[in-house]
Nanobody, 122 residues
Framework: QVQLVESGGGLVQAGGSLRLSCAASGRTFSNYAMGWFRQAPGKERMFVAAISWSGGSTYYADSVKGRFTISRDKDKNTVYLQMNSLKPEDTAAYYC???????????????WGQGTQVTVSS
């Protein structure tokens, strides 16, 4: 299976930006849709964004539309999440995973990285 390593998180002031990276090793994920999820303390892990295997289609949770952009670099086996206009509500641990769509909902496979923490101060 693919090993996933998330990076790029940190502490940022509200209104600032961060770019998260998800690097794959062991096996290419170029033929899989990929997604980002986040989990805040005491809350369930929630879908954030997904990108098709071709990179031609992207999908976003309503809470991040217009602020976040997901992209992928097939040659580097890396998926990115550009986060702009960050809000305190975006504070969470962010994870990437291979994803699939079932009945209109994006779901993760069982492979996760260690996550990267994003903290947005007000």
């Amino acid at each position: 299976q693919v090993q996933l390593v998330e990076s790029g998180g940190g502490l940022v002031q509200a209104g600032g930006s961060l770019r998260l990276s998800c690097a794959a090793s062991g096996r290419t994920f170029s033929n899989y849709a990929m997604g980002w999820f986040r989990q805040a303390p005491g809350k369930e892990r929630m879908f954030v964004a997904a990108i098709s295997w071709s990179g031609g289609s992207t999908y976003y949770a309503d809470s991040v539309k217009g602020r976040f952009t997901i992209s992928r670099d097939k040659d580097k086996n890396t998926v990115y999440l550009q986060m702009n206009s960050l809000k305190p509500e975006d504070t969470a641990a962010y994870y990437c995973a291979k994803v699939f769509n079932i009945e209109g909902s994006w779901r993760p496979y069982d492979d996760w990285g260690q996550g990267t923490q994003v903290t947005v101060s007000s």
